[in-house]
């Protein structure tokens, strides 16, 4: 069997040899799909037309089956995050514990939704489904930093801190 | 790697740590440390170097009482110190041969005096980043011993005999999960370790990941040896990245070590593992959702049988269990499996760790044996529900458990003990409510979880959890009639008994257990308009759109 050749990197951007790194690990075997994937969004932030199809391509894999994972797992973010995220925990603990308000509050404050990003690009505003914290619930991760027993005064700070930056 | 180095890899490792005259532990799982353990363990070591003493200070994994982090305990005096921070640090040390400081002590004797670990035997004690340490208290013995003087059958023996079920939640005979691979023909086979802790408010596998990572890989060699398998996977969540770079870790001194990879403890046996990160999604729990995954696809569950046992992961016999299940291995080998069944009651053997969150005093992980009463749980080592209020109801097994109320807290926990009373053991989730909570918001925030979750592959999960999610924010919002009460019964019925998979089979479970306790809540909802806990807006919103 001749050896693969898989199709050259999208641009010169060294963030592409990382990619293409996991892949060479795998063999480009096709069940490196997820794994590739998880490597694009950690280099780039998110997932976007050209790398899906990129990764897709080095595989073999279908475009349509890499788009299917891409948006089966909520992991994957087609949109580009904002320079700051604020991620506010969901789970079962913390919503005991009061996340709805934590939410609430934090959609006013910025006015987006969950899952949105302010206009200016600024702030990110997603919800976890459990990060597994619960013994200091409720948690946020501010830029992924963990912050246990949030109030809602400490999240308001946070953000303004974040807007006049 | 043989038995004898390993034993002096032990000795070396204990006699390093014996010429210090205290060793100072820091708990460093992700609970502490986003109280910035890591500076308190600098802070330690600074204040050893500047007052000349002779302590080691050791970074460990968790210590299991999230709520009173940072944790560091002194040995050989086992003070236990509580909401240490690096400012302390100094008073700390000084205090090291004297008496200790009393103001930072925690003396939570209840909390711990009624623990019996098994699985967390190391957490808290070892630097999981170090193998050595792993050894030093009795790692990969098992592993070695087993190799040399067992065959594969006579492993499987003693886990049957132990009674060790699975601890993911389904609570299968392990023994026989075994068996069957080991039976199941075919020359390559793969071993699975379940780290994919989708159920919100569990957090057990994180921090056994996180506090003792070589146990985990260990009891995954010695199972892939008693089935005849080569190659391992671990599936992690990618929402846990301190579990992950540990796990990163120990994979790789483990292969240092000579205790993966080929001809492991100079015999034919190889075996490695690799890890695979999960992305989000709550159904690759789900064992054959969980391979498909591995194999890079939608997490999608498939019909069963064939079972993994026969043909899993690549079409090859394949063994999952979950982490704390794996975990159990090594000691149940160390010891026998009648030391393991002579804890826990008649059909759950052995321990099981919880994860106790909510409204409870000491929050964090316990470990009991199995058999011990809810109520000793939550009122003596949880230390009860705080600041005045009243206990409602304790939640056990996440999303396909149930909510339990006062008047049953006597039960035994056990794996058919709670299934009987329409909860579940799951993976080990226990959160306690109080009166603050209103339990059909609680059955609301279930279902709108399973709604989202549901991959949505058949139809009574995927149209049924959103037409059970409507309803109850029907009555959530004071619109509900009695008339949608029986619908929701009729729908639960339906969901339950038609679903594929356990997602959908135990959906239903939370809207189930709360109208058999609170019914009258949702009667209050639904006649008066009311919404007993103050939880409810009672203000009808736009209908929302339903799939």
């Keep these: 069997m001749p050896a693969y050749t898989p199709p050259p990197l999208p641009s010169d951007d060294k963030r592409w040899k990382i990619v293409n790194g996991t892949m060479r690990k795998n063999g480009y075997a096709r069940h490196a799909l997820i794994e590739t994937l998880h490597t694009v969004q950690s280099s780039f932030g998110y997932l976007d037309d050209d790398s899906i199809r990129f990764v897709a391509r080095s595989l073999r894999v279908p475009l349509s089956q890499a788009y299917g994972v891409v948006t089966f797992y909520h992991y994957f973010s087609l949109k580009p995050p904002g320079k700051h995220t604020m991620t506010i925990c969901s789970g079962t603990a913390c919503y005991i514990k009061g996340t709805d308000k934590l939410i609430a509050a934090a959609e006013q404050k910025l006015g987006i939704q969950q899952g949105e990003t302010t206009k200016d690009g600024n702030i990110s505003l997603t919800t976890a489904r459990c990060v597994g914290a619960c013994g200091r619930a409720p948690v946020v991760l501010t830029d992924g930093e963990l912050m246990g027993q949030m109030t809602q005064d400490q999240m308001i700070e946070q953000l303004e801190r974040w807007a006049v930056e | 790697m043989t038995l004898e180095e390993l034993d002096q890899i032990a000795k070396a490792t204990q006699s390093e740590y014996d010429k210090y005259d205290h060793e100072i532990n820091v708990c460093m799982g992700t609970g502490c440390l986003s109280q910035h353990s890591d500076k308190l363990k600098a802070a330690l070591e600074e204040q050893v170097k500047a007052q000349g003493k002779n302590v080691f200070v050791r970074r460990t994994g968790c210590m299991g009482l999230c709520a009173a982090g940072p944790l560091a305990l002194v040995d050989p005096q086992e003070t236990l110190y509580q909401h240490l921070h690096a400012e302390n640090a100094e008073n700390v040390v000084k205090h090291l041969d004297s008496e200790p400081v009393k103001e930072l002590q925690c003396d939570l004797r209840e909390h711990f005096d009624q623990q019996v670990h098994v699985v967390l035997e190391n957490s808290g004690h070892i630097d999981p980043e170090k193998i050595d340490d792993y050894i030093a208290r009795d790692g990969y013995q098992a592993l070695l011993t087993a190799l040399s003087d067992m065959t594969p059958q006579g492993i499987i023996r003693q886990v049957t005999e132990s009674g060790l079920r699975g601890r993911g939640g389904g609570g299968y005979p392990t023994g026989l999960k075994w068996g069957t691979v080991a039976k199941s023909a075919g020359a390559l086979k793969y071993v699975i370790c379940n780290g994919d802790e989708g159920d919100p408010g569990a957090f057990m596998d994180r921090s056994v990941l996180e506090s003792d990572p070589q146990r985990v890989i260990e009891g995954m060699a010695i199972a892939a040896y008693a089935v005849g398998a080569s190659k391992g996977y671990v599936y992690v969540r990618a929402e846990y990245p301190l579990a992950v770079s540990r796990l990163q870790t120990a ?58 046992a026969m043909s899993g992961l690549w079409g090859k016999p394949t063994l999952i269990n979950n982490v704390e299940t794996f975990a159990n291995i090594a000691p149940i ?65 996440g999303p396909s458990g149930g909510c339990l109320p006062e008047s049953l807290l006597d039960i035994a926990v056990s794996y058919d003990g709670l299934v009987k009373v329409g909860a579940m053991m799951g993976s080990g989730g226990m959160i306690v409510m109080d009166d603050t909570s209103c339990m059909v918001n609680v059955a609301k925030f279930f279902l709108e979880f399973c709604r989202t979750e549901s991959c949505g592959k058949c139809i009574p999960c995927r149209a049924g959890t959103a037409q059970m999610h409507a309803i109850l924010n029907k009555i959530c919002t004071g619109t509900g009639t009695l008339a949608d009460l029986e619908l929701l019964e009729e729908l639960c019925d339906t969901v339950k008994s038609t679903s594929l998979c356990g997602l959908g089979q135990t959906s239903p479970n939370p809207v189930l257990s709360t109208l058999r306790y609170f019914r009258h809540e949702y009667i209050e909802h639904i006649e008066h308009k009311r919404c007993p806990a103050g939880v409810c807006s009672m203000v009808a919103a736009e209908q929302e759109v339903t799939a």
């Design chain 2, 251 to 308: 994979l790789r001194d483990a292969r240092r070590r000579g205790l993966l990879g080929n001809n492991i403890g100079n015999t034919p046996f190889c075996f490695d593992v690799e890890i695979r990160l999960g992305a989000g999604a709550f159904v690759c729990g789900e064992e054959t959702a969980l391979i498909a995954s591995i194999e890079g696809r939608r997490g999608m569950p498939k019909p069963r049988p064939p079972y993994p």
């Design chain 2, 333 to 397: 080998l160390r010891k026998g499996g009648k030391w393991f069944a002579n804890m826990g009651s008649e059909h759950s053997k052995g321990t099981k760790v919880f994860a106790l969150t909510g409204k409870i005093t000491n929050t964090g992980l316990v470990e009991v044996p199995m058999g011990i009463r809810l109520r000793e749980i939550i009122e003596n080592i949880g230390g009860g529900v705080p600041d005045g209020h009243k206990f409602k109801a304790v939640q056990t097994g």
